[in-house]
């Protein structure tokens, strides 16, 4: 025989703040153990928007849309705090999220304990909350969605207790936070029919209260004017113009619904879709436990069926709006958009430990054993994933590759795409002291009159992937490229002709280009930089790509010889094709050549090749460079 209520543990008070407390807690170590304390390098889309963030907080800048002014406002604050102290502003941005992401558990042991869950139950599943992928990498990375998270379960929180009692303070609390989490994130408008029918039984005082709900929601509006005020202030990063009426609306009403939101055409795209879908869950918990914990969410029923279904219907909308957010590639929106379901599936999975203790007599060790277990198997099975994002070290790689620029002797402009790449140079320029001598700007910028008045800028190779150089030709006209150093190019409207260097030692290739100056040196232990100009000594000159060969014998008796090769399909990194050359123009160029471990090259070669319509290889003269004494690489 089943006995349900009589058997029900009830924690006490002062026990429920302090199960609540221990569970944020170690929420938050969890959430240390990955933080990301470094320039964002990750290119995964929970990565998208981390080095905005890690750049507009300590300048009490603004964000993309739709503005996030309450993140804005806050976290610019608490990164400056922490600033004093000396925790710098990717570390503070990151523990920003890990706060939140406490608060969220912390609001989760709570809304365990509206349905009566024992502490220890509490605090054990709502930490396998903690440990989705999502959650956790959220909670360790400079991102709005842990605030997003902790809005959404305040909200669910203030409107189970008005629900219950009716009191006019939770019904403030349930309007303020709700509309706050709308203005956070347009999306959180979905949490509306589950909070709509939580407040059905009191639709009394929720009329009595109208003009507080109505002045609730004007008055958090107000943060909006944050935007404005910043950038009337002179702020040095602001998004969309927020200072002038057309920006700031635009990111207000901006909602990215046009750019996000794709109803599928056929039942087979549906199909794909769900199917991405599913494997996305996948990755944040395992499928079985995930359904488990959902449909343990209708055990709320046993004494509150209206909030059961009040309660599914929060997550409900947010799986069925993830069908129709495409855009043709796994999106940072989609995976915002799956958050709620994880805490709720928490909250179901500690209802039926709960059921389990208390209905069907199984020993509370047991039931908080097993939270433990799913703990331990999500912290194993997550954390790997979790610190292959926050400690990808891509940007340190472009601050590393850019720094080998020399200093610039002349007003230079280093331009870079809006993105992981000038989102990384512009960190390192303003809080680690790096690029004093350049002057940064983004691909918005005015970059034909930088050209006209300096003759010259500075892009890194990468650019040109995006926007390869015949773009750049066609919104400018005639221009010219030079490698500066391995991954920094430089774009000029007039091309570096005869006579601006010495060429008494050049040396002809034998297809109408020469090399000029050709120099070693070695960078690294295991790489060497080779610089040297080329010289167009014809007009239309063919298509020739470059091979650069270190070898451990000079003339090499054969590819057991060949030790590694830095070739390029054009010069200049690949972008610069040989036919586009002037007659007379010099072409300063850069490689990289690695130096493999346990190798002894004696020498570097370096030749021209094109292919012919018969697909033969005709190779130009080759020139042999020796090497500098070489550092072991053993």
């Known amino acids: 025989m089943i006995v349900p209520d009589r058997h029900l543990y009830v924690p006490k008070s002062q026990n429920k703040a302090l199960f609540a407390l221990i569970a944020a807690f170690i929420a938050f170590l969890l959430f240390l153990t990955t933080l990301q304390t470094i320039p964002n390098g990750s290119l995964h889309p929970y990565g998208t928007d981390v080095g905005e963030i890690q750049n507009a907080l300590p300048r009490w800048g603004t964000l993309h849309f739709p503005g996030y002014p309450l993140y804005s406002l806050l976290g610019s604050g ?34 365990c304990f509206a349905y009566d869950v024992r502490g220890e139950t509490a605090v054990s599943f709502s930490l396998t909350f903690a440990l989705a992928t999502s959650v956790w990498v959220d909670a360790s990375l400079a991102e709005v969605h842990t605030m997003t998270l902790a809005l959404t379960l305040g909200a669910l929180l203030a409107g189970i207790q008005f629900h219950r009692q009716g009191n006019r303070r939770a019904l403030f609390w349930l309007a303020l936070l709700a509309s706050q989490a709308v203005l956070h994130q347009r999306a959180m408008v979905f949490l509306a029919p589950g909070l709509a029918l939580l407040v059905l039984n009191q639709l009394k005082t929720v009329w009595k209260n109208l003009l507080m709900i109505v002045g609730t929601f004007v008055g958090g509006s107000v943060v909006y004017l944050y935007l404005p005020i910043r950038a009337w202030m002179g702020a040095n990063w602001t998004f969309n113009d927020p200072g002038s009426w057309e920006g700031f609306w635009g990111l207000v009403f901006d909602t990215k619904t046009g750019r996000i939101l794709a109803i599928p055409q056929t039942v087979e795209e549906t199909l794909v879709r769900t199917q991405g879908i599913l494997d996305l869950l996948r990755n944040e918990w395992p499928l079985p436990l995930l359904v488990l914990g959902l449909v343990g969410v209708l055990l709320v029923a046993r004494k509150h069926r209206l909030e059961a279904i009040a309660i599914s219907l929060i997550w409900l909308p947010f799986l069925l709006l993830s069908l129709i957010i495409w855009e043709g590639r796994l999106s940072d929106a989609l995976l915002a958009v799956n958050l709620p379901m994880f805490p709720l599936a928490a909250l179901g999975l500690a209802l039926l430990a709960t059921v389990a203790t208390d209905w069907f007599r199984v020993r509370p060790w047991l039931t908080f054993g097993v939270g433990l277990l799913l703990v331990g198997l999500l912290f194993g099975r997550h954390r790997p994933n979790v610190l292959a994002i926050t400690r990808d070290p891509g940007a340190a790689t472009i601050i590393e590759r850019t720094s080998w620029l020399k200093p610039q002797p002349q007003p230079t402009t280093l331009l870079a795409l809006w993105g992981r790449d000038f989102w990384t140079l512009a960190y390192a320029q303003a809080y680690q002291g790096m690029f004093t001598d350049l002057a940064l700007v983004d691909h918005n910028a005015n970059w034909q009159q930088i050209l006209d008045e300096n003759g010259r800028i500075l892009l890194l ?28 190019i430089q774009m000029s409207a007039k091309p570096l002709l005869d006579g601006m260097i010495a ?21 690294t232990a295991d790489s060497l930089i080779l610089t040297l100009y080329w010289q167009a000594d014809e007009a239309n000159l063919l298509d020739h790509s470059v091979a650069i060969h270190l070898v451990t014998q000079d003339p090499p008796t054969g590819p057991q010889d060949i030790a590694a090769q830095a070739d390029q399909q054009h010069p200049v990194e690949g972008w610069y094709p040989v036919s586009q050359w002037q007659p007379g123009e010099i072409v300063q160029d850069v490689y990289e050549i690695p130096i493999p471990e346990g190798t002894h090259p004696t020498a570097v070669r370096l030749a021209m090749y094109r292919v012919d319509e018969t697909g033969q290889f005709i190779n130009s003269d080759w020139l042999s460079l020796p090497l500098p004494t070489l550092l072991p690489n053993e």
């Open 78 to 111: 608490f990164v400056s705090l922490l600033r004093l102290v000396g925790i710098g502003p990717a570390t503070g941005s990151s523990l920003f999220s890990a706060m939140w992401g406490a608060l969220s558990v912390w609001l989760l042991v709570q809304l």
């Open 461 to 488: 190779s990468d650019t040109f992937y995006l926007r390869p150089f015949s773009w750049w030709q066609a919104e400018y006209g005639e221009l010219h490229l030079a490698a500066i150093s391995p991954d920094v």
């Open 503 to 523: 060429t008494e030692t050049a040396i002809p290739l034998g297809n109408g280009v020469s090399v000029l100056a050709p120099t070693l040196s070695q960078k």
